[in-house]
Nanobody, 111 residues
Framework: QVQLVESGGGLVQAGGSLRLSCAAS????????KAWHRQVPGKQRELVAA???????NYADSVKGRFTISSDTAKKMIYLQVGSLKTENTAVYYC?????WGQGTQVTVSS
């Protein structure tokens, strides 16, 4: 089983940026695709960005050009650089790899 621990969330003004990090344990990091999702209360969790083992990325339309997903195999880290933040980006952000999820990190964007 893989453990995923997110960090880097916080309170930021609209237009600002953050880098979310996700530390993974286990020896299978390299082969699995990885993703970031987000959820707001009362709504379904939604995919924000994903990256394959070969580095191919995919983004939700609403974040294209503003968010960047990356991973560092040597460090077993998954990152989400979030920029030009909007108040509607306020959510709990979760990293996911295979069937495993982190506990989430809160991002709050103020106007």
């Amino acid at each position: 089983q893989v453990q995923l621990v997110e960090s880097g969330g916080g309170l930021v003004q609209a237009g600002g940026s953050l880098r979310l990090s996700c530390a993974a344990s286990g020896s299978i990091f390299r082969i699995y695709p990885k993703a970031w999702h987000r959820q707001v209360p009362g709504k379904q969790r939604e995919l924000v960005a994903a990256i394959t083992s070969s580095g191919r990325t995919n983004y939700a339309d609403s974040v294209k050009g503003r968010f960047t997903i990356s991973s560092d195999t040597a460090k077993k880290m998954i990152y989400l650089q979030v920029g030009s933040l909007k108040t509607e980006n306020t959510a709990v952000y979760y990293c996911q790899m295979g069937g495993d999820w982190g506990q989430g990190t809160q991002v709050t964007v103020s106007s």
